[in-house]
């Protein structure tokens, strides 16, 4: 894949870069995404029964169950050559800002600091009455095997005996306040903006990319797929996220890789 001059020069002299990663930055890590066609988990699930405060309080249960699934499977993955060289990257420009759409860690275990989590996190369930966080007891990934579709009952808050819920954001529920203003703040300031692994199609997670390409970011899209996104940014490489990213980072800085 032949990377574009005119990108590379932007990245060097960038004093911002903004990265938004969505579900495909993990795909190589074997964390399946949301919407690919024959392995997306909305295409097995119903984000309805699963991922909004009616389907928790309906079946808790299931809900906290198909969770633990995900959590379990993160705890087995490792960062890929994305995360790696995303995390590097950070280390090369002045200001790196990382937003996540992904709810998993893989990105601050592959050494990436402050990531902007737009939906929440799988580590950091909370109590769904008085908002307490709740601990997770220490698990290794050989100890922690829910079965798929497995129900599992929730645990209680120690202080108000509600159920803990977790700790990320489901459809119809607002994003956290200080996150979206910081990835807001950062996408309208971005020199480079780059758009990776994800459909674009949940907002207002999208919405970055397009003020960011609006407020004159060289905006750059990595996804092996069509998006609708394609034809507004600058610099669009149908790639995979751990193709390109280790290439673009040697190719920009050639001395340091
Ligand atoms: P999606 O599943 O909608 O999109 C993932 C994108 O990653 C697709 O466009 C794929 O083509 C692309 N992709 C797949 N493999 C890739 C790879 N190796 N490298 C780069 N790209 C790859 O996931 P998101 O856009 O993240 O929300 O979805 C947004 C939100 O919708 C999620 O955060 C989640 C979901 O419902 C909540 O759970 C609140």
Redesign the pocket.
């Known amino acids: 894949m032949e990377l574009d001059a005119a990108l590379i020069d932007r990245l060097r002299q960038a004093r911002l870069v903004v990265i938004l990663?969505?579900?495909?930055?993990s795909?190589?890590s074997g964390i399946?995404?949301?919407?690919?066609r024959q392995t997306?988990?909305?295409q097995k699930f119903d984000?309805m029964e699963l991922?909004t405060p009616g389907a928790f309080q309906a079946d808790p249960s299931l809900v906290w169950g198909w969770y633990e699934w995900r959590r379990a499977a993160v705890l087995r993955a490792q960062p890929?050559a994305?995360h790696v060289a995303i995390a590097e990257m950070a280390e090369r420009v002045p200001h790196l800002t990382l937003i996540t759409?992904?709810?998993d860690d893989l990105h601050e275990r592959a050494g990436s600091k402050a990531v902007l989590h737009?939906?929440?996190e799988l580590a950091l369930p909370y109590c769904g009455g008085c908002r307490r966080r709740h601990v997770f007891p220490a698990v290794s990934a050989s100890t922690m095997t829910p079965a798929e579709g497995a129900r599992i009952d929730p645990p209680r808050c120690q202080a108000c005996g509600a159920l803990i819920r977790p700790g990320?954001?489901?459809?119809g529920?607002p994003l956290p306040r200080a996150v979206w203003q910081s990835a807001r703040d950062a996408a309208g300031r971005a020199d480079v903006f780059f758009c990776?692994?994800?459909?674009?199609?949940?907002q207002p997670?999208?919405s970055l990319t397009e003020l960011a390409i609006d407020a004159g970011a060289a905006t750059v899209l990595?996804?092996?797929?069509?998006?609708a996104m394609d034809d507004k940014v600058a610099f669009a490489y149908r790639?995979?996220?751990?193709?390109i990213l280790p290439q673009l980072l040697s190719a920009t800085w050639p001395r340091l890789a």
């Open positions: 990663t969505g579900a495909g930055a795909a190589e399946p995404t949301f919407r690919d997306g988990l909305w984000a991922a890929n994305a759409q992904n709810v737009l939906h929440g990320v954001v489901w459809f529920e990776i692994g994800t459909s674009s199609m949940v997670a999208a990595i996804n092996p797929n069509p998006t790639e995979t996220a751990a193709t």
